[in-house]
């Protein structure tokens, strides 16, 4: 198993099916939370639906057609990333993320986004990631932003998620636009390092 730092005292690494305990006591601190965006926060309730839900994205990395990360902190699992979507043929995936009160606003979900996301672009070779977000997720569209996704539009109503029907925006960055922003970010930082001339 491999596990790549994401900040300090941070870990991104993969979730599986024997891990349907921790995932679930995550779930439990995270779903008032992110229920309102994120489903499989609320349809985890006991140890066997959170292993099916791994169990689920075991088969899809298996097929490579999806995969399943969770960020640990500290030893304490607070929340991940995914690809809903991993599409080979078309070179084209979509991201998702998730992640518990305690954690937010430390750059986890940010640095853990980039690092699926260098893997997708420059390891798999996909040309197009996508971010799937419903319009009244400010904090989710502003991290898109963030990362350099560019919106290219709007879903109508096409979400329907407890009794409400979501416009969910279609995000998106494709990856020459990736590199260029990766490459001028590691520039910037470097200049940063270096100090002033």
């Not at 993969?14 to 601190?29: G, I, K, S």
Request: hydrophobic fraction near 45%; aromatic fraction near 10%.
């Amino acid at each position: 198993m491999f596990a790549i730092s994401v900040g300090e005292g941070a870990e991104l690494r993969p979730l599986e099916p024997w891990q349907a305990e921790e995932l679930l006591a995550h779930v439990e601190r995270a779903r008032e939370y992110a229920g309102p965006w994120v489903p499989f926060t609320v349809k985890v309730t006991d140890v066997e639906s959170a292993r099916a839900h791994l169990q689920h994205f075991a088969e899809r990395q298996a097929a490579d057609t999806g995969r399943f990360y969770g960020i640990w902190l500290d030893g304490t699992l607070v929340g991940g990333v995914l690809f809903r979507i991993f599409d080979t043929a078309t070179d084209s995936c979509e991201v998702g993320v998730w992640l518990e009160p305690s954690a937010a606003g430390r750059g986890l979900i940010t640095n853990a986004t980039r690092v699926i996301v260098d893997w997708a672009v420059d390891r798999r070779g996909m040309h197009r990631v996508e971010w799937l977000v419903s319009s009244r997720n400010e904090r989710s569209k502003n991290l898109a932003k963030r990362l350099g996704f560019v919106r290219d539009g709007v879903l109508r109503e096409s979400f329907p998620w407890q009794g409400i029907r979501h416009d969910m925006e279609v995000w998106s960055v494709l990856a020459p636009e990736w590199r260029a922003a990766r490459d001028a970010r590691r520039a910037a930082d470097a200049g940063t390092a270096d100090g002033p001339s």
